[in-house]
């Protein structure tokens, strides 16, 4: 099992939709989560940190869920400018004190009129 | 304040030949990590480092790919006898030693073999 996956897509959802990506990470000792923006030809970007409660950044919705070792992310009325890929990145404990993030290879998301 | 600085941006070079990649991290930022990326492909792990030592560098696609990193902050990685099939996009990222701790990538160096 890979430490990080995620459908690879395309998802290409009408605009207005609601979206839910998953990620799921193997290694249950994780304790970091992130989603990135990956924009055409552009480097990736910080969307949000995913906490244990939850949480929410407007039309962004990031989840947890450690029994199934997976995180989600659910952009609600998808905008055209929502079209990108989404990376999720998980931790792991790499020794002394440090910690290594391991990156999905993104889910590609084509948000059209 | 400056984010993580690759350069160059873009390297076209010949078949065979060496070439030689930088990546200049946010002040503070212990660890540091290079990725590939092909044209429409996701990120491909390439290596890790922690301070000047890499614990991981299991991505490495060839003994022609190499990387060091000195002083803690800049990083080189280096491609011996350039393939065609190593034109690619090349990220760098880096972060904050602590666990909560988001990385944060360069523009990359887009690679052509001709």
């Known amino acids: 099992r890979k430490e990080v ?7 290409n959802v009408p605009e ?3 979206v839910a990506f998953n990620c799921t990470y193997s290694n249950s000792a994780s304790q970091s989560f992130f989603w990135y923006r990956q924009d055409c ?3 990736p970007k910080l969307l949000m940190s995913v906490y244990s409660s939850g949480n ?5 919705t990031a989840q947890l869920n450690r029994a199934s070792q997976y995180i989600s992310l659910l952009i ?5 400018s929502d079209s990108a890929t989404y990376l999720c990145a998980v931790n792991k404990d790499s020794g002394a004190g440090s910690y290594q993030l391991t990156f999905g290879k993104g889910t590609k998301l084509s948000v059209i009129p | 304040g400056a984010g993580v600085s690759q350069s160059p941006s873009n390297k076209v070079t010949e078949k065979g030949k060496d070439v030689e990649l930088r990546c200049d991290p ?3 930022h212990t660890a540091l990590y290079w990725y590939r990326q092909s044209l ?11 301070g000047n030592s890499a614990p991981d560098k299991s991505g490495l696609p060839s003994d022609r790919f190499s990387a060091e ?7 080189t990685l280096t491609i011996q006898r350039t393939q065609q099939e190593d034109s690619a996009v090349y990220l760098c990222a880096s972060h904050r030693i602590y666990m909560n701790t988001e990385a944060f990538f360069g523009q990359g160096t887009r690679l052509t073999v001709v």
Request: glycine letters at 18%.
């Open chain 2, 40 to 50: 429409g492909q996701g990120l491909e792990f390439l290596i890790y480092f922690q």
């Open chain 1, 16 to 18: 207005g939709a609601t």
């Open chain 1, 41 to 43: 030809r552009k480097e």
């Open chain 2, 26 to 28: 946010i002040s503070g």
């Open chain 1, 56 to 60: 929410e950044d407007g039309r962004f």
């Open chain 1, 5 to 11: 996956e995620q459908d690879p897509g395309p998802f």
């Open chain 2, 69 to 75: 990193r000195t002083g803690g902050s800049v990083s």
């Open chain 1, 76 to 80: 609600r009325d998808s905008k055209l």
